[in-house]
């Protein structure tokens, strides 16, 4: 009887160790969680230097920038996006000015269509993040993603949000896509 109540005694213990041991992994990644969303909410705090009221006198520094920046405005709040070099980035770029609604799609993306068609030849196959503004050639939609994607034969990168990124999941309406100049 002493020895079955041992065994049994040291199960229970096994098991709550494993039990303890989950738990840690599953704080210890949370806590990385945290630490990289602290990261992204610095680089953007950093970022947001940008006076949105008015005409920035410089551009958002990125490897990919071009120096062509769009402002995406709704009533509530501002997303600023910085372009690629790409001859689709330009053709879109080239019809700014525009008032859109934009619509929710899948459960990580946010879409809307710009004008006229966009010219791909050149452009690179979206890859990325959070924040990646991309073109489906396909649909001939313009996509922004808030969450994770895959990629996709058919979807170009058009640039990067570099300014509101936090505001994306809550995209809704009307939209008005306009130039960012010197």
Known sequence: MKRTLFYILVGITILLMMLSSC??????????????EQKVNTNLENK????????PSTTIEDES????????????????????DSSAAKSFYDQLPVT??????STNEKI?????????????LAKGSIGTLAYYEPWGDIVIFYRDYHSSSGLYQLGQVVFGIEQLESLSGEIKIEKMTD
């Open 112 to 124: 809307f269509y710009p004008p006229q068609k966009l010219d791909v030849s050149g452009t690179p």
């Open 23 to 36: 738990v840690n992994d599953k704080s210890n990644h949370n806590l990385q969680s945290n630490i990289s």
């Open 48 to 55: 947001s230097n940008v006076n949105l009221e008015s005409e």
């Open 100 to 105: 859109l609604p934009v619509e929710n799609y």
């Open 65 to 84: 920038n071009t120096g062509l920046q769009i402002r995406i405005q709704t009533d509530s709040f501002t997303i600023v996006a910085a372009l690629n």
